[in-house]
């Protein structure tokens, strides 16, 4: 084994010492802009309040709380669309964020802003934690698959037992499946950020598909150009204007 020299050894060290109190510094820095926000909204500076949310967002250091407070200063910057956007992506990391979900209910109706109306699947399916049911299909899965396995080399009267086991793995699994099929889709919701109107094709002359006033909630379909084909929430498709919508679900570079 090549032996490391003590001078390249301190090297090593320094590197890595300088590394961590980069990271540490930047962590502490972040808190610190989250604490300058806060104080901020307290003092009625709602726009300085709004800036260091928003860094924090561009940094990528996102949390329900962050969404949720970003959307209290964007209400009370007079945008209330945009704070419906904000409710919605607190609500994407933490369902059970209650604050967030009251908030949404209330502005909605200020607004009007336009939503699916309830379906059945969102009862069925609608369970918040998608990474544990993840994990409970993967479990269930395989269960299915040991027990069906062990059938052929199992004696007749413990066939029934694994019968039992595989139909249940294969049911949960299933079931699962059909829970993180419909949260997929969450990764195509939109919310309008300001007043717009969809159009039947991607033309500003086009006929009317329907108006969509702040706040509303779409799923996106497609993309053309600054044009954006979506599921609206009157179950009719349109185009909406690019700068009109923004995606619920943000994605870090």
Same mark, same amino acid.
């Given at each position: 084994?090549?032996?490391?020299?003590?001078?390249?050894?301190?090297?090593?060290?320094?590197?890595?010492?300088?590394?961590?109190?980069?990271?540490?510094?930047?962590?502490?820095?972040?808190?610190?802009?989250?604490?300058? &926000?806060?104080? $901020?909204?307290?003092?009625?500076? *709602?726009?300085? %309040?709004?800036? =260091?949310?928003?860094?924090?967002? @561009?940094? #990528?250091?996102?949390?329900?709380?962050?969404?949720?407070?970003?959307?209290?200063?964007?209400?009370?910057?007079?945008?209330?669309?945009?704070?419906?956007?904000?409710?919605?992506?607190?609500?994407?990391?933490?369902?059970?964020?209650?604050?967030?979900?009251?908030?949404?209910?209330?502005?909605?109706?200020?607004?009007?802003?336009?939503?699916?109306?309830?379906?059945?699947?969102?009862?069925?399916?609608?369970?918040?934690?998608?990474?544990?049911?993840?994990?409970? &299909?993967?479990? $269930?899965?395989?269960?299915?698959? *040991?027990?069906? %396995?062990?059938? =052929?080399?199992?004696?007749?009267? @413990?066939? #029934?037992?694994?019968?039992?086991?595989?139909?249940?793995?294969?049911?949960?699994?299933?079931?699962?499946?059909?829970?993180?099929?419909?949260?997929?889709?969450?990764?195509?919701?939109?919310?309008?950020?300001?007043?717009?109107?969809?159009?039947?094709?991607?033309?500003?002359?086009?006929?009317?598909?329907?108006?969509?006033?702040?706040?509303?909630?779409?799923?996106?379909?497609?993309?053309?150009?600054?044009?954006?084909?979506?599921?609206?929430?009157?179950?009719?498709?349109?185009?909406?204007?690019?700068?009109?919508?923004?995606?619920?679900?943000?994605?870090?570079?």
């Amino acid at each position: 084994m090549r032996r490391v020299e003590p001078r390249a050894f301190w090297q090593i060290a320094t590197v890595a010492v300088t590394l961590l109190a980069l990271i540490g510094g930047r962590s502490l820095a972040e808190t610190g802009t989250f604490e300058a &926000a806060n104080q $901020a909204y307290d003092q009625g500076k *709602f726009a300085e %309040a709004k800036i =260091g949310y928003e860094k924090l967002v @561009e940094a #990528g250091e996102w949390s329900a709380n962050l969404f949720y407070n970003l959307g209290n200063a964007d209400y009370r910057a007079g945008a209330p669309g945009r704070a419906i956007l904000d409710y919605e992506r607190a609500l994407a990391l933490d369902p059970a964020h209650a604050e967030a979900r009251a908030n949404v209910e209330v502005l909605r109706r200020q607004t009007g802003a336009k939503h699916r109306a309830a379906v059945w699947q969102d009862k069925a399916f609608g369970w918040p934690a998608a990474d544990a049911w993840t994990l409970i &299909a993967a479990a $269930a899965g395989w269960i299915a698959l *040991f027990g069906l %396995a062990l059938l =052929g080399t199992a004696r007749r009267g @413990e066939n #029934g037992g694994l019968w039992l086991t595989s139909t249940l793995g294969a049911l949960v699994c299933a079931y699962a499946a059909a829970v993180l099929w419909w949260h997929s889709q969450e990764s195509t919701a939109a919310i309008v950020v300001h007043s717009t109107e969809a159009r039947l094709q991607p033309a500003d002359s086009a006929g009317l598909a329907e108006a969509l006033p702040a706040g509303s909630r779409v799923q996106v379909l497609s993309e053309r150009g600054d044009w954006i084909y979506c599921a609206l929430p009157g179950e009719k498709r349109g185009w909406i204007p690019h700068p009109a919508i923004e995606r619920v679900r943000l994605e870090k570079t």
